[in-house]
T-cell receptor
Framework: EPEVTQTPSHQVTQMGQEVILRCVPISNHLYFYWYRQILGQKVEFLVSFYNNEISEKSEIFDDQFSVERPDGSNFTLKIRSTKLEDSAMYFC????????????FGPGTRLLVL | DAKTTQPNSMESNEEEPVHLPCNHS???????IHWYRQLPSQGPEYVIHGLTSNVNNRMASLAIAEDRKSSTLILHRATLRDAAVYYC????????????FGTGTKLQVIP
């Protein structure tokens, strides 16, 4: 069964450094998402992406965040200058249709900012 | 976003049915009702969704009230693997392109 994959599974970085989290969505999916989950808290929507542009973003997704689909397979989340409070699990998801259809989530990247 | 209300936690004995309730009294006509679950240390996993009619799949059943202000996820025979946080989510097909997770119901399955 096709699945969403994410790399790396864990990332440790110093405050102020840039990180890029990578995702490979399911191949025939058209809609892509990033969520984050701070330890012990709920899953929070960050951004949705369709047709090579952001279709929706939350108030969390400020100027330090960006997303890109650099080729036909990868979907990346870049955090330009990490802060301690960016430490969280980051989940990528994809869906064949709009957000009210089933979203398939990856296993996540655990980001720790020191 | 229309909000959902779920109990914080529930318990079930293994191999017994589980009924997980969700209230969504402010649901709009364009909101789909989705259920996801999150096993420990994993990403959310789709369980089932519906709009107006009851739905069945290999994982669960979804019973939607006639007025759509509440729904119930039914696991027919709970297994230890079903221990997870279950999220009831409304996804608006007519508005914002996002899905909002609540705090969900933590289901404990007792052997």
């Amino acid at each position: 069964e096709p699945e969403v994959t994410q790399t790396p599974s864990h990332q440790v970085t110093q405050m102020g450094q840039e990180v890029i989290l990578r995702c490979v969505p399911i191949s025939n999916h058209l809609y892509f998402y990033w969520y984050r989950q701070i330890l012990g808290q709920k899953v929070e929507f960050l951004v949705s992406f369709y047709n090579n542009e952001i279709s929706e973003k939350s108030e969390i997704f400020d100027d330090q965040f960006s997303v890109e689909r650099p080729d036909g397979s990868n979907f990346t989340l870049k955090i330009r200058s990490t802060k301690l409070e960016d430490s969280a699990m980051y989940f990528c998801a994809s869906s064949p249709g709009p957000h009210w259809e089933t979203q398939y989530f990856g296993p996540g990247t655990r980001l720790l900012v020191l | 976003d229309a909000k959902t209300t779920q109990p914080n936690s529930m318990e079930s004995n293994e191999e017994e049915p589980v009924h997980l309730p969700c209230n969504h009294s402010t649901i709009s006509g364009t909101d789909y009702i989705h259920w996801y679950r999150q096993l420990p240390s994993q990403g959310p996993e789709y369980v089932i969704h519906g709009l107006t009619s009851n739905v069945n799949n290999r994982m669960a059943s979804l019973a939607i009230a006639e007025d759509r202000k509440s729904s119930t996820l039914i696991l027919h025979r709970a297994t230890l693997r079903d221990a997870a946080v279950y999220y009831c989510i409304l996804a608006d097909s007519g508005g914002y392109q996002k899905v909002t997770f609540g705090t969900g119901t933590k289901l404990q399955v007792i052997p």
